[in-house]
């Protein structure tokens, strides 16, 4: 692995994971790198063998505090490009990102600790307003699946 400005480039391998309450209420973070942007939480594994649940915990607790909760893979998975304003993070020549879809159940009053470089600030909404609201149309779909999948 390479070096991009004294950071390793990023694996484009990654995960989706829409925090949710029990009664569908959906946790989305606003970025802080594209105010007014929405998302669940993401984010790439940090090393080729890293399993994806251990990303998927490791990211939901980087970004947002949360630890525990029940944690499922829904079994999808997204291939899509990588928005160029991105690209920079990822090795040269790389366009394409796999990324693999989980649910998070957590009781309602989870409190929430933004990660301060990543998010400016966070909304809990019902999950169709929250699948209004996000940015990327593979998230706003994972949102939408939401009720098939509820735990």
Request: proline letters at 8%; aromatic letters at 10%.
């Amino acid at each position: 692995m390479q070096e991009n400005e004294n950071k390793p480039y990023k694996i484009p391998e990654s995960v989706l994971v829409v925090i949710h309450t029990p009664d569908l209420q959906v946790l989305l973070l606003e970025r802080a790198d594209k105010p007014g942007y929405w998302q669940s939480v993401t984010g790439s594994k940090d090393s080729i063998d890293e399993p994806l649940v251990e990303t998927a915990r490791r990211e939901v607790f980087e970004e947002t505090g949360i630890e525990g909760g029940e944690l499922v893979d829904w079994q999808l998975a997204n291939h899509y490009e990588i928005y160029p304003v991105w690209r920079h993070r990822y090795a040269p020549g790389v366009t394409h990102n796999l990324e693999h879809v989980f649910g998070l159940t957590v009781p309602e009053a989870s409190a929430v600790r933004l990660a301060p470089r990543e998010h400016l600030q966070y909304r809990w909404l019902p999950w169709a307003e929250a699948a209004d609201l996000c940015f990327s149309p593979s998230n706003a779909e994972a949102v939408l699946q939401l009720p098939r999948f509820r735990s």
